[in-house]
């Protein structure tokens, strides 16, 4: 921990800290513009110079260079530093276009302000200027190479840290040009953030070009609700409109980065087909009389049926808030427990996965980046969890082994080992992990008890073909310093998180560090477990509905549609319902048959408190009072010339508040927080985790490790699966992002296809699908043998393509 | 084969294969293959494949991506760094003319002037009947022999006027002797 | 007339041959060697010879094998670098072309003193003759048992083979031709850790430039004293290969003692000036050296006598200039080098090169204005804050045109233009 003096005053840090990082820790922000601190130091562009006075370096230095040392004496004011900085930016300023009236990067550029600051402002060189053609990137990021100052930050963080290899760096000398071979959309799903580390304004979003300045804007920090890890963003909004998502610090969470679902997925917010009234059977009404005829109807339908007539249908992706007024909603009322999701069969994988963390076993998203050995079961982050990708890759370029076991050919930005298990044998394959840590391993002792469940569990535990090989890296995972252990929530069957908890405690007293990690389904999943019960399922609903003992449904936020398989059963039995309620913010197949329909806000009008994946209570700050945008509703003019005392479009309420109505017949907004504390045990702050369970040494149960596959050994299996792209129900609106969603496509291993006569290419209509639903087959070796795998697709018609592959199954 | 009901099939053409002769291809994977980092031997397979193809063209960049294991754009990044590889169409003979110091001094100036004239072409330009580009080069380590210039990379110099003209000469011959083939 | 070492069996029109070779003692060396000499005493006779490298750095040979730390893990490599892009050299290249295989051995020696398995010659895309030639003796030596596995019967083996660069000055650079190697841009990469810790693929690794190398069977064989007094004087040892060209009689490359008078060289070796012009001055060391002027003509040529007058002895490119030369003009042609040759990683090199260039062709062309004298000073002054060697060796004949020929430089900015396009 060398200390040394920054500009006169005193400094300790830790070994190996540069003296760029040291001096901000006593708020100094030595200039810069190749370093980064997710990038780290290459010394190219020389403007971090500093004076070294005393110690064992001395004269000007750049300090992102030079490790801090005991004894050092660092003058950032330095005459001669200043004058090379001055002189390092009149350089940069050499061939730039002087563009800024244009430029979006305008008013947050680095090179502006250090070319003010640095007192650049007389143009002596009298060459010409090198110019660049630009190249069109595709849908997200707007290119202007002659703005650059090659700081070589974008190939680094796009190559390096993210392991894509689309993007780079040609040409030498003066000539570097920044860019694709060929002009061609960017094939890195974080290529968004190449916007947010150019110091200039030669990345720029393409979706906001042109819409305002940085301090035109209005800013909120936010989360992200496109995945279940919640990573922070700041939301730029301007005329009613959120325009822009950048990624927000968060050390626990994110880091410094977003992924491309996150931050491009708004355009719901906006678009055209937003619902802003309330409908009575489809014709508009306002919003107090579809309100008062809500209630009306409810009232009058819970005197016949009492209150389990009524049930409650929430969301993952709604905020805490509304989650918790359901929940209280049913305490109060008595009407039947809210479900969460359509998705049983993931809600009993993720009650069985929540159910196995504890307080000592959940790790954050940025720990795994220092793991030595990461394993995946049931896992395919970039596109269930994108992030966790780009902590992987950080993982791995610090040496760190990733292994994927997956019946999917899991891709990832960086060098791991995948071992193809199909879903029916996950759980399978966990116990061969882990007799594979006990068996050889002299490190983890168990006692008696252990000892005959662990014999029980080498009984019952059927043989696979990838067996030896798990057991292999089960007994690898006994000499890792640091192991971290993810398993998805939405392939595996319910009882592979708690084998995953079960390898990770006992591998825990053989390392220094592990934990386990669940991605998980939906934005708010946690919040919903916590709120909604692991009981609350939807097959039930939906039989008691079918019966004619559920009269009224109250659908929050949710497109049951697109989270129920079979859309046919699902239409007819809302058919049978006296009541369907309906309140969301975005039109879907639901909203279309709703008798009365409330539009709620956005979370860029209503914020909201979300749970993100492992439990940290998150808070999303609202940017917009909400309406129309003026950019629509001025029809180009600007103010618009029509006045009024409301906002047109304006109509929509915080989905809580419709259903805090209907608990106490008030429409003021509750205090929710009490609320939250009540639901979650104890008064968590924003950004902590909330209170879990303690540790405890039980097996879980072992039921399907010994169970074969259903059906025949050679049978064909379906798995939807998230993808980046177009699964998520609200990212699925962002018009650029639909311009990346591959065409719909089926992958199988290459065994599979022969079996079913298919090569990779071929395209096939789906019978009876409505709208048409034309399907690309892909091959893929990495495929587990059998699994016909799609991307899980909002709008697509599941009935038909279900019903196509389980005649393909049938035959 | 199943062949569901009301579904159709269709094909993907498989993309045009690239001419390069199968020996050269082989030769390349081989030398790959006998190497512990494949990217080593970036520039060779590069030089190769130009030398070939007469230039690194998007096809050969594509061809040698593959071969290496790299994506295109990492070709591209060694393929625009080094001064022997060209991403652009260039003669059957490339001339490069030395134009550092002692080349300079012994009258660099002059042999451009006369090339120029001769080929009726400027830097950067390929003569009409595809024969000769016409390129500055840095010092090529024959300052000895200055002044000096490289044809497809074999030096020449000291040279004169009419040596240079002889040289012209002797390539012309040669190309409607053997027309097509520059290897 | 000088003791020729190196270029001892040169012949005016091929190579010293594998048999020849042999027969003038050569392997003998490496075979002694091989028979089990303690690395360490090979080293110290390295060391004690007071080999510099001959590469343009200077630096001693022997200091480099000892930083190889005796527990270092294998791989370990050893390069030659052939790669010779300074302007003005071509030693390696006529060397290459005349005793390749005192090069083989050298490395073969070099290679078994800290148990370096790969052997690398990195090699300008301009010397096809010469690496066709390296390939063809290499399988000689390997046929007669000098390279390959287990050499003769001893637990060491030792491989090499030729890469062939694609052509740019920065890949001579250590580190950058590391990079290279591994098939990445070559852009250099700071040190630590220094690649005898950590160079190519990670692994500890050393490099020396042809010339060294080729020293090495020689000194074995002859001692550390006989180098040593192969010199001139007191503080330089052994000979040199210079590339002399420019405005004498017979340019060309010559072995020479250090320490021998720039004049005796011009004079002796080269035919004198061409057409008897008087010198104006010259470049001692390729173009990233510093001019001299007329009134060092009879200076030493060793490493020590050019750094008490400020200059570097380089690669001992002697570029030679008369009386009617620019040297306005000639420091306009250099930093066009550097400005083309630039890799472009930072910002001083990457714009400083096109800028100086830019300000030195108004000079020579009767546009420079304002301050500047002051302009260029300061620009060369931020140029040794660049990330690599490369541009304080660009700034150097810069520095010394100011320092120098301040005179002609005034002259072109009172004239308004090069006063010898004048005449
Ligand atoms: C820009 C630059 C170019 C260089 N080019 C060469 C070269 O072409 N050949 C060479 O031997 N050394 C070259 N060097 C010097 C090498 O970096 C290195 O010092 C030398 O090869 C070490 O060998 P030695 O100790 O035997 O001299 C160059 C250095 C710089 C900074
Ligand atoms: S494009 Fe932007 S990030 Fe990339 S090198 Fe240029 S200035 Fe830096
Ligand atoms: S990883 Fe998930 S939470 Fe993070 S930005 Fe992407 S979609 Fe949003
Ligand atoms: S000094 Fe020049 S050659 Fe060296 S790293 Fe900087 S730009 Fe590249
Ligand atoms: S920030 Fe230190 S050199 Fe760029
Ligand atoms: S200057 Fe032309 S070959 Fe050296």
Same mark, same amino acid.
């Given at each position: ?7 006169n005053?005193?400094?300790t840090?830790?070994?190996g ?9 006593l ?8 370093y980064h601190?997710?990038l780290?130091?290459v010394g ?10 005393e110690?064992p370096?001395?004269? !000007?230095e750049m ?14 004011d ?20 002087h ?9 947050h550029? %680095? ?11 007389r ?14 990137l595709?849908p ?8 650059c ?14 392991g894509?290899?689309?993007?780079g ?15 061609g959309?960017l094939?890195s799903?974080?290529s ?13 979003d ?7 300045r940085r301090?035109d804007?209005?800013?909120?920090p ?22 822009r998502?950048e990624?927000?610090f ?5 880091g410094h ?6 931050r491009?997925?708004y ?8 619902p802003?009234?309330?409908?009575i ?6 919003? &107090?009389?579809?309100?008062?005829q809500?209630?009306?109807?409810? &009232?009058?339908i819970?005197?016949g049926?009492?209150?389990d007539g009524?049930?409650?249908?929430g ?7 509304t ?19 359509a ?6 994988? !993720? ?11 959940t ?7 220092g793991?030595d ?18 902590a992987?890759?950080q ?5 760190s082994?990733?292994?994927?076991v ?6 990832l ?6 071992i193809?298990v199909s879903?029916?044998?996950?759980a ?6 882990i ?5 050889p391993?002299?490190?983890i ?11 029980t %569990?080498k009984?019952?535990?059927?043989d696979?073909p990838?067996?030896?090989e ?9 000499t890792?310093w ?8 939405? !392939? ?6 708690p ?22 389904p ?20 939906l039989?008691?509905?079918?019966a004619g003992?559920?009269k009224?449904?109250?659908v ?14 699902? &239409?007819?039995?809302l058919?049978?319902?006296?009541l ?6 975005v ?6 048959r709703?008798?009365?329909f %409330? ?24 940017v ?13 003019n ?5 006045f009024r ?5 304006g109509?929509?309420?915080?989905a809580?508040?419709?259903v805090a ?8 907004p509750p ?7 009540e639901a979650?045990?104890?008064?968590v702050a924003?950004?902590e ?9 039980e097996?879980?149960?072992?039921e ?14 379906l798995?939807?699966?998230?993808a ?7 990212a ?12 719909f ?9 022969q ?7 071929d ?6 699908? &409505?709208?048409a639903?034309?399907?690309?087959v892909?091959l893929?070796?990495?495929?587990a043998p ?14 038909a ?8 199954l049938?035959? | ?8 099939f ?6 045009l ?7 050269l291809?082989e030769?390349?994977? $081989? ?8 990217r ?5 397979v ?5 030398d070939?193809?007469?230039y ?19 070709v ?6 080094y001064t ?5 169409p260039v003669?059957r ?7 550092s110091l002692?080349?300079w001094?012994?009258?660099?100036? $002059? ?13 950067g330009q ?7 580009t ?12 200055a002044?000096?210039i490289?044809? $497809?990379?074999?030096?020449?110099g000291?040279l004169? $006027?009419?040596r ?15 027309p097509?083939?520059n290897? | ?6 270029f ?12 020849e ?15 089990? =000499?303690?690395?360490? =005493?090979?080293i ?22 000892m930083?190889?730390?005796q527990?270092?893990?294998h791989?370990r490599y050893?390069?030659? *670098? ?7 050299t071509?030693? +390696? ?6 005793d390749?295989h005192l ?5 073969a020696?070099?290679a078994y ?9 990195f090699?300008?895309? #301009?010397?096809?003759n010469?690496?066709?030639i ?5 399988? @000689?030596a390997?046929e ?5 596995e287990?050499?003769?019967?001893? +637990?060491? /083996?030792f ?13 001579g650079e ?18 630590p850790?220094y690649?005898? +810790? ?6 500890p690794t050393?490099? *020396? ?6 020293y090495?069977? @020689? ?12 010199? @001139?004087? #007191?503080s ?17 490359c ?12 011009i ?27 007329a ?6 040529? +060793?490493?020590?006598?050019l ?15 008369d009386?009617?030369?620019?040297m306005?003009?000639?420091?306009l042609?250099?930093? *066009?080098?550097f400005?083309r ?10 714009e ?6 830019d300000?030195?062709y ?14 260029v ?5 931020h ?14 004949p810069?520095? /010394?045109?100011?320092a ?16 010898m396009?004048?005449q």
């Open positions: 921990m060398p200390t040394l003096t920054i500009d005053r005193p400094v840090v830790p070994d800290t540069k003296v760029i990082t040291a001096a901000e820790q708020g100094i922000m030595i200039p810069r513009f190749c601190p997710a780290g130091s190219a562009c020389r403007v971090c110079a500093v004076g070294f006075k110690g370096i001395k004269g !000007v300090s992102c260079m030079v490790d801090a040392q005991e004894g050092m004496v660092v003058a950032t330095d005459p001669d530093a200043v004058d090379l900085r001055k002189h390092v930016i009149e350089l940069l300023m050499l061939h730039h276009p563009d800024c009236p244009v430029c979006d990067e305008g008013g550029c %680095l090179l502006q302000d250090m070319t003010i600051s640095g007192g650049h402002g143009r002596r060189y009298a060459g010409a200027k090198r110019t660049h053609l630009d190249q069109d595709g997200l990021v707007q290119h202007e190479m002659n703005r100052i090659q700081c070589y930050r974008c190939s680094r963080f796009y190559q390096q840290f993210c894509y290899r689309d993007l760096v040609t040409g030498i000398g003066t000539r570097v040009y920044f860019g694709r071979s060929e002009p959309t094939e799903p974080f968004g953030n190449l916007t947010d580390i150019c110091p200039t304004g030669v990345y720029t393409k979706p906001s070009r042109f819409y305002g301090w804007y209005e800013r909120a936010s989360v992200c609700i496109h995945c279940s890890l919640g990573c922070s963003l700041t939301v730029s909004a301007r005329y009613r409109k959120a325009v998502h990624a927000r968060n050390a626990q969470v994110n980065f977003i992924c491309d679902r996150g491009y997925a355009a719901y917010a906006s678009q055209p087909e937003r802003r009234d309330a409908l059977a489809g014709r508009p009404a306002t919003l &107090a009389q579809a309100a008062t809500m209630s009306e109807r409810l &009232a009058a819970e005197k049926t009492g209150p009524i049930a409650l249908m969301s993952a992706r709604s905020s805490l808030e989650q918790a007024l359901l929940a209280r909603l049913h305490s109060e009322k008595g009407w039947r427990t809210p479900c969460f999701s998705d049983d069969a993931a809600t009993r994988v !993720v009650s069985s996965a929540l159910n196995t963390l504890n307080a000592t076993n790790i954050a998203l940025t720990e795994i980046e793991a050995t990461v394993l995946l079961v049931g896992a395919d982050p970039i596109g269930e969890a994108p992030m966790l990708a780009l992987l890759r993982a791995q370029r610090d040496g082994r990733i292994i994927t997956d019946p999917r050919p899991v891709t930005p960086c060098a791991h080992d995948h193809a879903g029916d044998d996950l399978t394959a966990v116990a061969h992990l007799i594979g840590a006990l068996e391993s002299r490190e002792a168990l006692d008696a008890d252990q000892q005959d469940r662990f014999k %569990l009984q019952e535990t059927r696979i990838a067996a030896a798990l057991r292999a890296i089960g007994h690898a995972l006994t890792a640091r192991p971290a252990f993810v398993c998805g929530t939405t !392939v595996p069957d319910p009882d592979v998180p084998l995953m908890g079960l390898l990770q405690a006992l591998v825990q007293t053989s390392c220094m560090w592990s934990g386990l990690f669940f991605p998980l939906g934005a708010n999943t946690f919040g919903a477990h916590c709120l909604g019960g692991s009981d609350a399922l939807f097959e039930p609903l039989a008691a509905v079918e003992q559920v009224a449904l109250v929050v936020e949710n497109d049951l549609f697109s989270e129920y398989p079979d859309q046919q059963r699902l &239409a007819a039995a058919e049978s319902l006296e369907l309620v309906v309140m969301d913010c039109p879907s197949a639901i909203t279309a709703a008798d009365i %409330l539009p709620t806000q956005t979370i860029y009008e209503a914020g909201g408190h979300y749970l993100n994946n492992e439990g940290r209570l998150q808070v999303a700050t609202p917009i009072a909400g309406g129309l945008s003026i950019m629509d509703t001025g029809g180009g600007h103010p618009p010339r029509e005392e409301d906002i047109p479009g109509t929509p309420r915080p809580w508040q419709y109505g209907l608990a106490t017949g008030e429409t003021d205090d929710v927080k009490p609320l939250l504390d979650l045990t104890a008064g924003d950004g985790r909330v209170s879990l369970p303690s540790a405890s040494r097996w879980p149960s072992i399907r490790i010994g169970a074969g596959p259903e059906g025949d050994a050679g049978g064909l299996t798995i939807e699966s998230a980046t792209f177009g699964s998520e129900p609200l699925a609106f962002s018009t650029v992002l639909a311009e990346l969603t591959p065409l496509g089926v992958t199988v291993h290459s065994e599979t296809a079996r079913l006569g298919w090569r990779a290419g395209r096939i209509v789906i019978p009876d699908s &409505a709208p639903l034309e399907v690309v892909t893929d070796d990495r495929a059998g699994v016909l795998l799609v991307p899980r697709r909002i709008g697509i018609d599941r009935t393509l279900r019903r196509y592959m389980a005649h393909l049938a035959e | 084969m199943l062949r569901p009901r009301g579904a159709f269709e094909r993907t053409i498989e993309p294969e690239l001419h390069v002769s199968e020996a291809i030769k390349l994977k $081989n030398e790959i293959a006998a190497v512990e980092h494949p080593e031997l970036a520039v060779d590069m030089m190769a494949l130009q070939h193809h007469g690194l063209s998007d096809a050969a960049r594509d061809q040698a991506a593959e071969l290496l294991g790299m994506s295109a754009l990492e591209d990044e060694l393929a625009t760094f022997f590889i060209f991403r652009e003669g003979y490339v001339i490069h003319v030395c134009d002692i080349c001094m012994a009258g660099e100036e $002059n042999i451009v002037d006369h090339l120029r004239q001769q080929l009726q072409i400027d830097f390929t003569t009409a009947d595809g024969l000769f016409l390129l500055p080069v840095c010092c090529i380590g024959y300052c000895d022999r002044p000096a490289l044809v $497809n990379r074999r030096v020449h000291p004169t $006027n009419s240079l003209d002889e040289l012209l000469q002797k390539y012309r011959a040669e190309a409607a002797e053997k097509g083939s290897v | 007339m000088y003791p020729q070492v190196l001892q069996h040169r012949k005016p029109d091929r190579i010293n041959t594998f048999a070779y042999r027969e003038q003692g050569g392997y003998s060396a490496l075979s002694d060697v091989i028979a089990g =000499a303690d690395p360490a =005493a090979v110290a006779t390295i060391d004690d010879a007071q080999l510099l490298g001959r590469g343009g750095a200077g630096f001693p040979a022997g200091r480099k094998l930083t190889v730390a527990d270092a893990p791989p050893l390069i030659c *670098n052939a790669d010779e892009m300074e302007p003005g071509f030693k +390696d290249r006529v060397l290459l072309h005349a390749p090069l083989i051995e050298g490395m020696i070099v003193t800290v148990r370096a398995r790969h052997g690398i010659i090699i300008r895309p #301009e010397y096809e010469a690496a066709r390296l390939e063809r003796e290499i399988r @000689l390997r007669a048992g000098f390279l390959g287990k050499i003769h019967d001893s +637990d060491f /083996s491989e090499i083979v030729v890469h062939r660069s694609g052509g740019r000055y920065i890949c250590v580190t950058a031709l590391i990079s290279a190697l591994e098939g990445c841009r070559p852009n250099p990469r700071k040190a850790p690649p005898t +810790d950590k160079g190519l693929w990670q692994q050393v490099l *020396n430039n042809v010339e060294t190398l080729a090495v069977p @020689l000194i074995v064989r002859h001692g550390a004293q006989w180098f040593r007094d192969l010199a @001139l004087t #007191e330089a040892a052994g000979t040199k290969l210079f590339s002399i060209s420019g405005h004498v009689n017979k340019p060309g010559y072995e020479v003692p250090l320490g021998v008078p720039l004049s005796e060289m004079e002796n070796c080269c035919g004198g000036m061409r057409d008897g012009r008087p010198f104006k001055g010259c470049l001692p060391g390729g173009a990233s050296t510093g001019f001299l002027s009134e060092h003509y009879h200076i030493p040529m +060793d490493y020590e006598s750094k008490a007058v400020g200059n570097r002895l380089g690669t001992g490119a002697v570029m030679v200039f009386d009617t030369t620019c306005v003009a000639a420091t042609n250099l930093t *066009n080098f400005a040759e630039s890799c472009g990683w930072c910002t001083p090199c990457r400083g090169f096109p800028y100086l260039k300000l030195l108004r000079l020579e062309n009767g546009m420079a204005d304002g301050d500047w004298i002051g302009q000073e300061t620009l060369c002054g140029l040794y804050k660049a990330y690599c060697a490369f541009a304080p060796g660009g700034v150097a810069i520095e /010394s045109l100011l120098n020929f301040g005179e002609e430089v005034q002259a072109h900015i009172d004239l308004g233009g090069c006063p396009q004048r």
